[in-house]
């Protein structure tokens, strides 16, 4: 069969393409030329709908040309567009799971990315906003808040109702949403302190057998103990660890507004740091997901042409994805000392994206005794759009399927590579829960 038949196909039989953004050209900038692309692809989503019950930002698109005039896309008014694209948080699951006109096939749907050059003019015009500033500058707030004296003073603000009705009314944060409690004291500043690992780097195929982590804002600002965990599973595995001597949120905040300048700004930061980590030996693990997907696909598709940002790409790995090489490699210590019982794993949307399939699963699964009931629902939670008081509902109903399948579960503990995901689910459940991260689990099961 010719390469024209299997493109004209209903659906392509191929594995997805991923284009690199040319987000510096004008046209990618121009507002026409935007409108024009978002009513072909709206119109191509309109007579699909397969992603009806992924997000919120398809049913707003279908609503608004079921309600319009025409029944069609023509229909609806340009303003309009506007509200799919507010909805839309680039979790990438319609790409990789359920659009059957992907690139290679000759439409050439790229949904999350359209978005994404959506919002990217719109920051061009209009700019972010006070409060979007503020929850995407991670380093900014948590390097005020994260110290000994503030920290206990925000985190109790944050869990007074009266102070929460106040930010609701002047921040725009939901009331009800969980806010994530900063630590008195960073991950970064606890791992310089720390005494260096004895082993010596063993190599496999696949790794090198030294790690260095990047921290990432959360771990770092907000739960250090999730970044100690890797670090002390890592080392009791014989791998060394290191952390860089400097490090900048990796953009993804300033990636889902559409401020690529600032992601940039970020990348020259980082990509130099630890691209000369790679060069010194250093693999690279990050503990969230979306961390690891912006050095493995987003910085790589903005930046085709940096060698720094390929090698970078190259050397970066799942926390997980890393435990698993080294399995196979015989090299990952099976010796656990306690069971985990029954476990529901939530597979993040930034983790599953990766297509490295569920580590998670699989290293959990190796401890005896331990049951993995897999729950494949996007939580609805993206960092921030959770969190925000016209989307906190959404973000909820979202997160319920989820949520369900944890009662229902009835398990010993729940978990996601995304602990933000996973502290959303937690707040869905409304029974005063609280999940634990997979790499905590893992150390459980060490007893370490």
């Not at 260095?212 to 791998?239: K, M, Q, S, W």
């Not at 699989?362 to 759009?385: F, K």
Request: proline letters at 7%.
């Amino acid at each position: 069969m010719a390469t024209n038949d299997i493109d004209r196909q209903e659906g392509s039989l191929q594995a997805p393409e991923r284009h690199p953004l040319d987000w510096k050209s004008p046209e990618f900038q121009d507002e026409d030329a935007l409108f024009a692309e978002l009513e072909r692809v709206y119109d191509i989503c309109h007579g699909c709908r397969r992603c009806f019950n992924l997000c919120h930002a398809f049913p707003t698109l279908f609503d608004l040309v079921d309600e319009s005039g025409t029944m069609e896309v023509d229909g609806v008014a340009k303003a309009d567009y506007w509200k799919v694209v507010d909805h839309c948080y680039l979790c990438d699951m319609c790409f990789m799971t359920k659009c059957p006109y992907v690139p290679p096939h000759e439409w050439n749907v790229d949904f999350p990315h359209l978005m994404l050059r959506a919002k990217s003019v719109k920051h061009r015009r209009q700019g972010a906003g006070f409060r979007n500033r503020v929850l995407s500058s991670t380093d900014a707030v948590g390097s005020l808040v994260a110290k000994p004296v503030v920290a206990p003073l925000a985190n109790a603000a944050n869990a007074s109702k009266p102070a929460r009705a106040a930010l609701e009314t002047v921040l725009g944060v939901h009331r009800d949403a969980r806010l994530p409690p900063y630590a008195p004291r960073t991950l970064r500043s606890r791992l310089r302190t720390r005494a260096p690992s004895p082993s010596e780097p063993i190599a496999t195929q696949e790794t090198r057998g030294r790690v260095a982590l990047f921290a990432t804002c959360y771990a770092n600002y907000n739960e250090p103990d999730v970044g100690e965990d890797i670090v002390r599973v890592l080392e009791h595995n014989e791998i060394p660890v290191t952390i860089a001597s400097r490090e900048r949120c990796c953009g993804m905040p300033k990636l889902e507004l559409g401020d690529l300048d600032a992601v940039e700004r970020a990348m020259e930061v980082n990509i130099p740091e630890l691209a000369r980590l790679v060069d010194d030996g250093w693999d690279i693990v990050a503990s969230v997901p979306s961390c690891v997907l912006m050095f493995k696909q987003e910085l790589p598709l903005l930046f085709p042409r940096n060698p720094e940002v390929e090698k970078v790409r190259a050397a970066f790995f799942d926390p997980f994805e890393y435990l698993m090489l080294r399995h196979r490699a015989g090299r990952l210590d099976t010796g656990f000392k306690s069971s985990l019982g029954r476990v529901a794993y939530h597979a993040a949307c930034h983790q599953r994206v990766q297509n490295i399939g569920m580590k998670t699963r699989d290293v959990l699964a190796l401890v005896p005794g331990t049951e993995i009931t897999v729950i494949e629902r996007c939580s609805g939670h993206d960092g921030t759009y959770a969190v925000k008081r016209e989307f906190h509902e959404f973000a909820t109903r979202i997160a319920r399927p989820a949520a369900r399948k944890v009662t229902e579960s009835k398990v010993d503990y729940y978990t996601s590579d995304c602990i933000m995901a996973a502290h959303h689910i937690g707040n869905t459940l409304g029974d005063g829960s609280t999940p634990v991260a997979p790499m905590s689990l893992l150390r459980k099961a060490y007893g370490i």
